[in-house]
C-alpha cells in the first residue's frame, strides 16, 4: 500500500486511500448517520468521513470539530474562483507570533527531515512579512499549535496530515497531525515535506482549499465540491477565476509530493488575510 508511484495524493489521506476505504473496514460506519447528514447538509462528502479525537476527518484531511458542526452559518454564498478563507480567521491585534510546537526524535517524535521540513514552512510565512509570523518549540506547553503524530495505522496507510480551522475566538487551530514518514517511506524532499506542512498550517490559520470547489482538480477523478462546510468559503479579492494544477497552489486539495512554495496568488491571498 505505500507504493504510490503512479499518482502520490498527499495533504491527507490519499486517493488510494479513499478508494481502500470503501473496500476495506470502512470507518464510515462508525459516524452516527445523524452526523453523516449534518456533513452532508455542511457540503461535504460524507464518505469516509472518520471519528476522531477532535470531531469527524472529511474529505481527506480536514477536521471539523463539534464546534463546526453545530455553526451552521449557511448565508454565505459559494464561490467559484480561486483563494478561499474560513469566516473565522486569526487576530493578530497588528503582529503576532505563532509558536508551533514539534517533537524531536525518539518514537513518537519526528526525525530531522521532517523538522527541516517544518522549519522550512515556517520560513515561507515569515518571508512574506504578514501580520502572523511562526516559531519552532520543543516545549509542548508553549506551542499554540502542537504538531504530533499520527497513529501508527494511520500513517501506514497512507494519512499524510490533518488539521482544523481558526476558532470562533480568533487563535489558530490548535493541532496538526502529521505523518512522520514522509522522507523514510515516501522519500519526499525537505521542500516536499514543507508544502505538505505549510498547507495544513494554511488550514490552520484560515485557508480552504484553493480547489474546494471542484477537487478533481487536483486530486483527479470525478468533481466534487466540498460546499462551504460551515465555515465559510470566502474568496480572496485580487486572487483569480478558476484554480489549476498547473499553478501549483500549496493549498490544492492534493498534491503529488513535489515542492509547492506560494504562488503569487497563495502571496496575495496571505498579504490579504494578514
Ligand atoms: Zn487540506
Do not use: W
Request: net charge negative; with cysteine; hydrophobic share 35%.
Amino acid at each position: 500500500m505505500k507504493k504510490l508511484n503512479y499518482l502520490f495524493p498527499i495533504l491527507a489521506l490519499a486517493l488510494f486511500v479513499a478508494s481502500c476505504a470503501k473496500d476495506t473496514s470502512s470507518l464510515e460506519g462508525e459516524v452516527p448517520q445523524e452526523i453523516l447528514d449534518k456533513i452532508a447538509q455542511l457540503g461535504f462528502n460524507p464518505d469516509g468521513a472518520e471519528i476522531v479525537d477532535e470531531g469527524y476527518r472529511v474529505e481527506r484531511d480536514i477536521i471539523l470539530t463539534h464546534e463546526n458542526l453545530e455553526g451552521t452559518d449557511v448565508s454565505h454564498r459559494v464561490p467559484n474562483v480561486e483563494q478561499y478563507s474560513t469566516t473565522n480567521l486569526v487576530s493578530t491585534g497588528g503582529s503576532r507570533n505563532i509558536v508551533i510546537y514539534a517533537p524531536v526524535g525518539g518514537g513518537k517524535g519526528y526525525s530531522a527531515a521532517m523538522i527541516a521540513g517544518l522549519d522550512e514552512a515556517i520560513a515561507r510565512y515569515n518571508a512574506e512579512g504578514l501580520e502572523i509570523t511562526f516559531s519552532r518549540t520543543t516545549n509542548r506547553r508553549n506551542g499554540d499549535i502542537k504538531m504530533t503524530r499520527l497513529s501508527k495505522r494511520d500513517e501506514n496507510r497512507g494519512v499524510l496530515g490533518s488539521a482544523g480551522f481558526p476558532t470562533a475566538q480568533g487563535d489558530p487551530y490548535g493541532e496538526i497531525k502529521m505523518s512522520g514518514i514522509l522522507e523514510s517511506a515516501y522519500g519526499l524532499s525537505t521542500d516536499g515535506i514543507a508544502t505538505i506542512i505549510a498547507h495544513e498550517i494554511g488550514h490552520c490559520v484560515g485557508f480552504r482549499h484553493t480547489d474546494y470547489f471542484d477537487r478533481s482538480i487536483s486530486c483527479g477523478g470525478s468533481p466534487a465540491n466540498e460546499g462551504t462546510a460551515g465555515v465559510g468559503a470566502n474568496h480572496i479579492p485580487g486572487t483569480p477565476t478558476g484554480a489549476s494544477l498547473a499553478q501549483k497552489s500549496f493549498m490544492l486539495s492534493c498534491t503529488d509530493g513535489s515542492n509547492r512554495p506560494f504562488n503569487n496568488d497563495d502571496k496575495t491571498a496571505l498579504e490579504f488575510l494578514y
